[in-house]
């Protein structure tokens, strides 16, 4: 996502016919100088493909590892109702964001912030993005890092694939393994300056979570013919209180599945006919919904009432079948390489909400080397030692990651359209508005309760013993 301060700018249409209408001093990423007009001219768009996988790759990240648990929560027919309900509560929060974008001639979502409420409505949004993507960025290495060189906990070591294949050695450490990681793989695909240009990693992330959904398929359907998988869940079991508040603690899990309001406008601007852009949503919205049901139901099928909150975390035991150490490998490793492509997807509307906060009326970022720099590797700086050396950091992120979360994808869209600038909103718009923030209010009471009650049982464990 792009922060665009000022007046807004008039709304583009197809690249090919109106090439020049892009070529302004605040349009984002794109060349003002002269001398550099030439090689935009060579970039002639955006594909429609390269664009669903950007845009799919922002949505399926480590989310799709905590879905399944829903499933034992809420049982398989209501979980699988509830995954599909967001993405329709997906694409109608973002239709409304893009109306509203044509409709003040916006390109960007700070841009439609800024003229719904000010400088300060594009600065809240800055922050959001900011806190959410570092807390998600810093969450993906430490995930990473546990994958490949193992973790600790409670005193139990969990080795990593690395550890498993090689035993223990300096060079698969977690320090050594995230540091080239970062330098080999974070910092060339942070150092581009299109989000096109990662369409080929993207569609190769995506292609790795599918490859985790169909190795997860095959053990299910393996299983199955055996006889020993028993019949799943259902529907939820409510006897107490307990069992029913414990229904509301996945709502923040679903509700922040779809979450990519902060890349869309990058995509948009991009796009080589920028009037797909609708079916561009809908397309990834239709293929993650797919693949979130499809990992959700294999998931649970295999694991049932054992399925643990991390369902990666269940791939670290003996799976009771053929080459089980092998497929528990090639899950773990694809799921990390899958988490490793879509860092860059994150990173990228980061960089310029950071850039947009510090110089709100300087050039494009892409057009000035020295800031674009200097941002990016201050930024991954900051993730690198977060993920290395804050060991709270991820309880912190659990408060404010989620808080943030909602309000970039249901409340701000929402207020948005209740202030109705031009005009434009329906009743019924306006009623699904108000249903969003609710949701999305109570989506945040609960996760922080939540949060807060496990990590004071956590602290109060600790302390007794």
């Not at 027919?77 to 974008?101: E, H, K, Q, V």
């Not at 409505?121 to 060189?149: A, E, H, K, P, T």
């Not at 053990?219 to 529907?235: D, N, R, V, Y």
């Not at 990173?347 to 080397?369: E, H, K, Q, T, V």
Request: proline share 4%; with cysteine; glycine share 8%.
């Amino acid at each position: 996502m792009t922060i665009v301060n000022g007046k807004p700018l008039k709304e583009k249409r197809s690249r090919k016919n109106n090439k020049q209408s892009l070529v302004d001093e605040k349009s984002p990423l794109l060349p003002t100088q002269k001398g550099e007009e030439q090689g935009f001219d060579e970039f002639n768009g955006a594909s429609f493909p390269g664009a669903v996988f950007n845009l799919s790759t922002t949505i399926v990240g480590a989310g799709i590892m905590a879905l399944p648990a829903t499933m034992k929560v809420l049982g398989l027919i209501p979980g699988i109702a509830l995954i599909i309900f967001m993405a329709f509560l997906t694409d109608a929060s973002i239709d409304l964001l893009i109306r509203f974008t044509r409709a003040g001639k916006s390109v960007s979502y700070g841009g439609v912030m800024e003229d719904a409420f000010g400088s300060i409505g594009r600065m809240l949004l800055q922050v959001c993005v900011m806190v959410n993507n570092i807390g998600v960025l810093v969450v993906y290495m430490i995930i990473i890092g546990d994958v490949l060189s193992g973790t600790t906990s409670d005193g139990i070591h969990h080795s990593g694939v690395l550890e498993g294949w090689f035993g223990v050695q300096w060079w698969n450490g977690r320090f050594f393994v995230l540091t080239v990681t970062t330098l080999g793989v974070f910092a060339p695909l942070a150092s581009l300056k299109r989000i096109d240009s990662l369409s080929y990693t993207s569609a190769l992330s995506v292609a790795l979570a599918v490859v985790f959904l169909v190795i997860t398929a095959g053990i299910t359907f393996f299983k199955l013919i055996t006889g020993s998988i028993s019949m799943p869940k259902l529907f939820p079991d409510i006897v107490d209180f307990t069992s029913a508040f414990n229904l509301f603690t996945v709502v923040p899990v679903l509700v922040t599945a779809y979450i990519c309001h902060y890349n869309v406008h990058s995509i948009d601007n991009e796009l080589e006919d920028n009037t797909q852009i609708k079916a561009v949503v809908r397309t990834s919205l239709i293929l993650c919904s797919s693949v979130y049901v499809m990992t959700s139901l294999f998931g649970f099928l295999l694991f049932g009432d054992e399925t643990l909150d991390d369902v990666l975390a269940n791939f670290d035991t003996n799976l009771g079948i053929p080459y089980s150490s092998l497929l528990n490998d090639a899950v773990r490793v694809s799921y990390a390489l899958h988490l490793m492509l879509v860092f860059p997807i994150v990173f990228f509307p980061l960089r310029l909400n950071l850039d947009g906060l510090l110089f709100p009326r300087r050039g494009p970022l892409a057009s000035d080397n020295l800031r674009f720099v200097s941002i990016t590797v201050a930024l991954i700086g900051v993730i690198f030692l977060g993920a290395n050396f804050i060991p709270s950091i991820w309880d912190a992120f659990q408060f404010t990651g989620a808080t943030a979360a909602v309000c970039i994808g249901f409340i701000f869209p929402s207020a948005i359209t209740l202030g109705d600038r031009y005009g434009i909103a329906s009743k019924r718009d306006k009623i699904l508005c108000v249903f969003m923030i609710v949701l999305a209010v109570f989506s945040n009471v609960v996760a922080v309760y939540s949060d807060a009650l496990a990590l004071f049982k956590k602290n109060g464990g600790s302390t007794r013993e």
